[in-house]
């Protein structure tokens, strides 16, 4: 088998790749407004109540109509993933990654316009959206590997006894419930969704309900690639309705969920309580964001340390939960680095991700739009707006990248995550404060320091207590198998995705021995 590899990334400087995107891009604007069923158990079913999926970049633009799962729906799902569980849960390893490596070929040979799709459903520009696409080509790439490579290695972890022949093996827990986000609505959808099925569970997928489309669209790819009916079953709905429902329900035996630290706690709560019938302690696996930050150390190069942090806050409008939205900058270099980074903020292209020359795009939605206005709102009392905080929702959901400088490391704006294109920066006078303010959240995801001081980076590796540490670049952009991404407290399970151990989270271990 050849060796797992990154997909490579688009190179859009080349015309030939901008105008195979554009003719993706006309392929996908033609199939706008279509109606999209529910799949369970391998059939469509039309519950005759739908989610609108909208463009946010031009908010009267209807990607498509997304029928709505409600608890009935929940119950068949369960009934049609516990039967395919019956025969998938069998099946040999090597087939079920052979199911990925072909979903990664079709996606692969349709990349152009899996990515089209998230430009107009998740307002994601073209260079964000082929990340998004090529990420998920590696979920499926890796998790293929390494689930065959824990089948052959299981043995190899045991102590040889004479006497005795002993063997281990990894089954899998079940059927389980997905919970994806939209800000990566085809990467972190196929990780999170073949990462339990390729371990051999069958499961209940409900994708947000801002990018229900894109994540259909990967079914359609399972389908073609062979998938089982039932294997997976596509549930979308209204989490109000049906979302407490699902992970509570008796016959939902884990739940891998990524979104919000309110939700997640929510949904911690609801599945660490046994109901009547239930016979399992289920498993939570959850990534819950972050409250980023990037440390700036004395001496260290200004005009870089902006570009940096601007990359880092402002792409993808701050919607990532790695995205960085502190800053944290020794005195001797702090109003210099405020400066730059309002330069380059006030520099960014906002608007429509049709235009190639946009460099930044839409939040998701209203409720997005309302939040962040908010955030910037308060700011404004907590700092000294040095770039952005204009916004309007006219035609799209668009916000100006933000920056407060004069920031306390107790304010809101520096403590809770806002999920938008605003960055906070605060001074401080040695490097060892640095890292006690950027320790200072609730939160642990990923952090980054800008350094060339190689004891301050020793320091730092012992002592900033984040699940994705990276020195002298940006805090976004983790590569599946590079960088395994999970974080520490509020941040989540620490689950690691796109790393060595991840896949045994969805399997339990069993040993058996025979006397000779």
Same mark, same amino acid.
């Given at each position: ?31 706008? /407004? ?457 941040? /989540? ?24």
């Amino acid at each position: 088998m050849i060796p797992y590899r990154p997909e490579p990334l688009t190179d859009f400087h080349n015309p030939a790749n901008q105008e195979a995107f554009a003719a993706a891009l006309a392929k996908v604007e033609q199939e706008l /407004g279509r109606t999209y069923p529910l799949i369970i158990g391998g059939k469509r079913v039309d519950t005759g109540r739908y989610i609108e999926s909208i463009n946010p970049s031009k908010k009267a633009e209807v990607i498509g109509r997304v029928a709505m799962a409600g608890q009935d729906e929940i119950e068949r799902a369960l009934e049609a993933a516990w039967e395919a569980y019956r025969t998938w849960s069998r099946m040999p390893v090597i087939e079920r990654a052979a199911l990925l490596f072909k979903t990664a070929a079709i996606i692969r040979r349709r990349k152009h316009e899996f990515s089209a799709w998230m430009l107009l459903e998740a307002g994601k520009s073209r260079a964000e959206a082929d990340a998004d696409t090529a990420e998920a080509i590696d979920f499926l790439e890796y998790y293929g590997r390494q689930m065959i490579d824990l089948a052959r290695r299981a043995d190899d972890l045991l102590t040889p006894i004479s006497g005795e022949d002993n063997h281990i093996e990894y089954i899998p827990l079940g059927v389980g419930a997905i919970i994806p986000p939209w800000n990566f609505p085809l990467a972190i959808v196929t990780g999170m969704t073949v990462s339990a099925v390729v371990a051999g569970n069958t499961v209940l997928l409900k994708p947000a309900i801002q990018t229900p489309v894109i994540a259909y669209k990967l079914m359609e790819a399972l389908e073609e690639a062979g998938m089982p009916p039932g294997v997976v079953n596509f549930v979308p709905g209204d989490p109000a309705e049906m979302g407490d429902f699902m992970v509570g329900h008796k016959d939902v035996r884990f739940i891998s969920f990524t979104g919000s630290k309110q939700v997640g706690l929510h949904l911690n709560e609801l599945a660490a309580k046994r109901i009547p019938g239930q016979r399992w302690i289920k498993r939570f696996i959850a990534e819950m964001g972050g409250k980023d930050a990037i440390v700036v150390d004395e001496g260290y190069d200004v005009q870089a340390a902006a570009q940096i942090i601007a990359q880092s806050a402002f792409g993808f409008s701050g919607q990532k939960c790695s995205a960085c939205s502190r800053v944290i900058a020794h005195e001797s270099l702090y109003d210099e680095l405020v400066d730059r980074v309002a330069e380059i903020a006030k520099a960014f292209k906002v608007g429509d991700v049709r235009d190639a020359s946009v460099g930044t795009g839409p939040v998701v939605d209203q409720k997005a739009f309302e939040k962040v206005t908010t955030y910037i709102e308060i700011g404004r009392g907590e700092g000294r707006l040095v770039a952005g905080g204009t916004a309007s929702n006219e035609t799209g959901f668009f916000i100006q990248p933000t920056v407060f400088a004069d920031v306390k490391p107790d304010a809101r704006i520096m403590q809770e995550e806002i999920f938008g294109p605003v960055v906070a920066i605060t001074k401080v006078k040695s490097f060892e404060e640095a890292i006690d303010v950027a320790n200072g959240t609730d939160f642990g995801l990923t952090g980054s320091v800008l350094s060339t001081n190689r004891e301050h980076l020793a320091y730092a590796r012992h002592h900033f207590h984040v699940g994705n540490l990276y020195f002298n670049r940006k805090c976004t952009g983790a590569i599946v198998g590079v960088h395994p991404f999970g974080g520490f407290n509020m941040s /989540g399970t620490d689950s690691k995705a796109g790393g060595p151990d991840y896949l045994l989270l969805f399997t339990q271990m069993k040993s058996v021995s025979e006397l000779l």
